[in-house]
């Protein structure tokens, strides 16, 4: 085999610029994510796996690819999404929910239902439960807590649902928390896994924030919508914020990222840095 032939073989498709109006259409309308130009590093490193996994062979075939396949449009997707997250993230809101909402909440309700609404692979969901959990040893009250876990990618909803971590994955997380919270596997290999108490309360779904696929029952307390606004138009902000509200009951809260200022609902009111109360 020749250098040339050889060299042409083990070459990997490239996304050309014009190709991209055509990808961030699907992706617009799929999960309402805003893809321009300026990303094409980003989306060559992220979808020439998939290019080659689906056999299309060319960027331009997997185009026609994600318009007649709705099970390669959901890998599309999943492939372009960031899931940055750990243990205790932004810890003065968890302090703020453990301080200031449960208390205020726990006084007329008995079951409090918190939910990620993009929970990626479940450290934000499972903090919140730990959190409520110590707030409800601390102050001897009884009260039903369920998480609900919600996000567009398959993969790690499924991450998110065996609740399986390695140890540099804890780093933040306390030995008290760790001893009270997480089982060590038995071989020592360094991976740990959520107890089974906290396992029991926690419900992992697929759903899309910017359609509404996948929400339908939901009814929170204590909403997290952190880290994801920021993806999206201005439009598809205001809708996504208007669907998960919606899903949020009167005097319940919404949590969102620091960087996630600047959008104003009739409905609620800020009560803390990116903290937002529905108003009864």
Same mark, same amino acid.
């Given at each position: 085999?020749?250098?040339?032939?050889?060299?042409?073989?083990? !070459? $990997? @498709?490239? *996304?050309?610029l014009?190709?991209?109006?055509?990808?961030a259409?699907? /992706?617009?309308?799929?999960? +309402?994510?805003?893809?321009?130009?300026?990303?094409?590093?980003?989306m060559?490193?992220?979808?020439?796996?998939?290019?080659?996994?689906?056999?299309?062979?060319?960027?331009?075939?997997y185009?026609?690819?994600?318009?007649?396949?709705?099970?390669?449009?959901q890998?599309?997707?999943?492939?372009?999404?960031?899931?940055?997250?750990?243990?205790?993230?932004d810890?003065?809101?968890?302090?703020?929910?453990?301080?200031? !909402? $449960? @208390?205020? *909440?726990?006084?007329?309700?008995?079951?409090?239902v918190?939910?990620? /609404?993009?929970?990626?692979? +479940?450290?934000?969901?499972?903090?919140?439960?730990?959190?409520?959990?110590?707030?409800?040893r601390?102050?001897?009250?009884?009260?039903?807590?369920?998480?609900?876990?919600?996000?567009?990618?398959?993969?790690?909803?499924?991450?998110?649902?065996?609740?399986?971590?390695?140890?540099?994955?804890?780093?933040?997380?306390?030995d008290?928390v760790?001893h009270?919270?997480?089982?060590?596997a038995?071989?020592?290999?360094?991976?740990?896994?959520?107890?089974?108490?906290?396992?029991s309360?926690?419900?992992?779904?697929? /759903?899309?924030?910017?359609? +509404?696929?996948g929400?339908?029952?939901?009814?929170?307390d204590?909403?997290?919508?952190?880290?994801?606004?920021?993806?999206?138009?201005?439009?598809?902000?205001r809708?996504?914020?208007d669907?998960?509200v919606s899903?949020?009951?009167?005097?319940?809260?919404?949590?969102?990222?620091?960087?996630?200022?600047?959008?104003?609902?009739?409905?609620?009111?800020?009560?803390h840095?990116?903290?937002?109360?529905?108003?009864?």
């Open positions: 085999m020749t250098r040339a032939r050889l060299k042409h073989e083990i !070459a $990997l @498709p490239q *996304l050309r014009d190709q991209i109006p055509a990808l259409a699907v /992706a617009f309308e799929t999960a +309402g994510i805003r893809l321009d130009e300026s990303k094409l590093d980003f060559q490193n992220r979808l020439v796996q998939r290019v080659l996994d689906s056999q299309a062979g060319s960027f331009r075939c185009i026609d690819l994600l318009v007649s396949d709705d099970s390669e449009r890998a599309f997707v999943e492939c372009l999404t960031v899931h940055t997250t750990s243990f205790f993230r810890i003065a809101q968890y302090d703020w929910l453990r301080d200031t !909402a $449960l @208390p205020e *909440l726990t006084q007329h309700r008995s079951n409090i918190l939910w990620s /609404a993009a929970c990626s692979t +479940g450290q934000e969901g499972w903090t919140s439960l730990m959190v409520t959990d110590e707030f409800r601390q102050h001897g009250k009884f009260f039903n807590c369920q998480l609900i876990g919600t996000d567009v990618s398959t993969a790690v909803v499924k991450q998110a649902s065996r609740a399986v971590y390695l140890q540099n994955e804890l780093d933040d997380v306390s008290e760790l009270r919270h997480f089982l060590r038995r071989n020592q290999d360094g991976r740990y896994r959520i107890s089974p108490e906290l396992r309360n926690a419900d992992w779904r697929v /759903a899309n924030l910017t359609t +509404g696929d929400l339908r029952g939901i009814s929170a204590v909403a997290f919508l952190r880290n994801v606004l920021i993806y999206f138009s201005r439009q598809t902000q809708e996504v914020v669907r998960v899903n949020i009951r009167p005097g319940g809260y919404l949590f969102t990222g620091h960087s996630e200022t600047g959008f104003k609902h009739p409905d609620l009111v800020a009560v840095p990116s903290i937002f109360q529905k108003v009864i």
